[in-house]
């Protein structure tokens, strides 16, 4: 079974950058497609960013696009998330999850999920 643990998180004012570590254990991250998901309060979790193990073929949603990029280090089963020019809007709990699919999947297709990392924008 995989583990996920999220890292990476915190506090940036607007305009700020943060790379998101997702580090993997149980498992190799490059058998699994990738997915960031974040979750503000009182919202639905939504998906930010995936790539399919098939064919490294990345999905972003649009809010995120230009600003957000996910990457992965294999020798160091480690996915990132990397986020710059963070606005307010981006502040929520990030995810990061795995799929045995070989495409990015919706959200009840991930088969392990992180604890989450915290990263709250300031104006």
């Known amino acids: 079974e995989v583990q996920l643990v999220e890292s990476g998180g915190g506090l940036v004012q607007a305009g700020g950058s943060l790379r998101l570590s997702c580090a993997a254990s149980g498992g190799r991250l490059d058998d699994y497609s990738i997915g960031w998901w974040r979750q503000a309060p009182g919202k639905e979790r939504e998906g930010v960013y995936c790539i399919s193990r098939r064919d490294g073929a990345t999905h972003y949603a649009d809010s995120v696009k230009g600003r957000f990029t996910i990457s992965s280090d294999n020798a160091k089963n480690t996915a990132y998330l990397q986020m710059n020019s963070l606005q307010p809007v981006d502040t929520a709990v990030y995810y990061c999850?795995?799929?045995?699919?070989?495409?990015?999947?919706?959200?009840?297709?991930?088969?392990?999920w992180g604890q989450g990392t915290q990263v709250t924008v300031s104006s």
């Open positions: 999850a795995a799929t045995r699919s070989p495409y990015c999947s919706n959200y009840g297709g991930y088969d392990y």
